[in-house]
């Protein structure tokens, strides 16, 4: 950029590299999607289509995005992680996490006709906000994964009961609202057994457990020194060469969605490209 004597304004656009080092989560959240939702009709308590798209926008994001690991999404949400030897825009806060933003938005408003071919969008239009948290170090990552999956749980159980108490039963809203204030988890199960024939176990999976998106490499796996390899990100911490190779790797993986549970330590034994270190 040639030097003018207006240059001197950019000194005043704030500095917002993020802390080295740390697991770098943006969550993206639907803007307004309880109206959104009504407005195009999606079933309730859970529409298989449109969370279907969110997962298909989810997946355009890793495959335009190497640097991110893993995703999570429930619902009208969805968290994307880097490591903590990314380096991508120089961790520069703005530029990740409106490269996510626009990235995600506009693959789910590209992608819109294959899920919903007889809806065509119009305004209100589907938009998403988002934020960025960093965490220090695996155990707190997973924890903050094991929350979202937690929630997803929590809320997913409280809304198939609360829309069946409405929907096959006609109670208003407020009727059932009030039905389930002070019930537990064992509560809700009896409820939804008793009154309406449904085995919550038996629900689908991606409605229990949400949604993981992440690279599989095969079925051989890493070897450990391509899982160390892996675990430096295509960041700072590796050669030119071994980011050359990385970007390679991730090309060519497949890229998977799984329904699965987040919170035990057996998927992330199992995929051990995931994330760096070790617990404990």
Not at 106 to 126: G, Q, R, V
Not at 128 to 156: A, E, K, T
Request: proline share 5%; charged share 25%.
């Amino acid at each position: 950029m040639a030097n003018s004597k207006y240059e001197y304004v950019k000194t005043f656009e704030k500095d917002d590299c993020l802390l080295p080092s740390t697991f770098i989560v943006v969550r993206i959240d639907g803007r307004g999607f309880h109206k959104f939702s009504k407005a195009y009709n999606f079933q309730k308590p859970n529409d298989r289509h449109a969370l279907d798209l969110m997962n298909a926008a989810a997946t355009a994001v890793l495959n335009e995005m190497q640097d991110v690991t893993i995703a999570y999404g429930v619902s009208d949400e969805f968290s994307f992680v880097f490591g903590p030897h990314c380096t991508l825009f120089e961790r520069r806060e703005s530029k990740i996490l409106t490269t996510v933003v626009s990235t995600f938005t506009s693959y789910y408003i590209h992608l819109w006709p294959i899920y919903f071919p007889a809806t065509p969008l119009s305004p209100p239009l589907p938009s998403f906000d988002g934020r960025v948290v960093l965490y220090p170090d695996v155990q707190l990552l997973r924890d903050y994964m094991s929350w979202r999956q937690v929630d997803c749980h929590i809320n997913n159980l409280y809304n198939t009961t609360f829309w069946a108490m409405v929907l096959e039963e006609g109670k208003s809203p407020t009727q059932a609202e009030e039905d389930l204030k002070g019930t537990f988890a064992a509560d809700k199960n009896e409820i939804l057994f008793s009154r309406f024939k449904i085995n919550y176990n038996d629900e689908p999976e991606i409605f229990k457990k949400g949604s993981v998106v992440y690279r599989n490499y095969g079925s051989g796996h890493l070897q450990s020194d391509e899982v160390a390899d892996e675990n430096e990100g295509l960041g700072g911490m590796a050669s030119k060469t071994q980011k050359a190779k990385n970007r390679k790797k991730r090309a060519k993986a497949t890229i998977v969605i799984e329904h699965i549970d987040l919170i035990k330590d057996d998927f992330w034994s199992t995929r051990t490209w995931l994330l760096p270190g070790r617990l404990g």
